[in-house]
T-cell receptor, first 113, second 113 residues
Framework: DGGITQSPKYLFRKEGQNVTLSCEQN?????MYWYRQDPGQGLRLIYY???????QKGDIAEGYSVSREKKESFPLTVTSAQKNPTAFYLC????????????FGQGTRLTVV | GEDVEQSLFLSVREGDSSVINCTYT??????LYWYKQEPGAGLQLLTY?????DMKQDQRLTVLLNKKDKHLSLRIADTQTGDSAIYFC?????????????FGTGTRLKVLA
């Protein structure tokens, strides 16, 4: 079945280490997004990509980096520069066609200790 | 304002109707969405409405849109315990030819048996 897969579901890292979160989709969607979710703050946009080899910063890009070398993959790296990285991270994708909504993965909960 | 606003909590009795309200930011947003999030999971699209509509009904769900006031609501008829979740409204904004989804803070719906 088509969908968006985020892995791992839970991730623990020591403070000061970089960590990469995986997001893969087999929906043939062009656009992909990364959001961060904190309690009571909803979803905030980190980075988004409309097409392969292109991406833009969202509202809270500092301390994060992404790449979009393949259409189906949009990994997010949380660097040591991110001051408060513990959060729930959600990846989404959207087709360029008539269907307009964003489809979400199941999320990765990152805990930095 | 710059934020999509929702009240944080709503509690209803099983069998009653629930109404979740949202105020969005951009009167030119063409699509508005309602998503549902169960604990520890990603977001699932419930319904959406195009900006030239003022109402959309889909089984137990009714969406009302007031473009003048930038107000969106979701009514769930005959609310069940399985409806307990966080509900997010979102608007699709176009910025420099790209689409971004802006989410509200989410409303946590608790259904009492």
């Amino acid at each position: 079945d088509g969908g968006i897969t985020q892995s791992p579901k839970y991730l623990f890292r020591k403070e000061g280490q970089n960590v990469t979160l995986s997001c893969e989709q087999n929906l043939n969607h062009d656009a992909m997004y990364w959001y961060r979710q904190d309690p009571g703050q909803g979803l905030r946009l980190i980075y988004y990509s409309q097409i392969v080899n292109d991406f833009q910063k969202g509202d809270i890009a500092e301390g994060y980096s992404v790449s979009r070398e393949k259409k189906e993959s949009f990994p997010l790296t949380v660097t040591s520069a991110q001051k408060n990285p513990t959060a729930f991270y959600l990846c989404a994708s959207r087709s360029q066609g008539a269907r307009t909504e964003a489809f979400f993965g199941q999320g990765t909960r990152l805990t930095v200790v | 304002g710059e934020d999509v606003e929702q009240s944080l909590f709503l509690s209803v009795r099983e069998g009653d109707s629930s109404v979740i309200n949202c105020t969005y930011t951009d009167s030119s947003s063409t699509y508005l969405y309602w998503y549902k999030q169960e604990p520890g999971a990603g977001l699932q699209l419930l319904t959406y409405i195009f900006s030239n509509m003022d109402m959309k009904q889909d089984q137990r769900l009714t969406v009302l849109l007031n473009k003048k006031d930038k107000h969106l609501s979701l009514r769930i008829a005959d609310t069940q315990t399985g409806d307990s979740a966080i509900y997010f409204c979102a608007e699709r904004k176009t910025t420099s030819g790209t689409y971004k989804y802006i989410f509200g803070t989410g409303t946590r719906l608790k259904v009492l048996a």
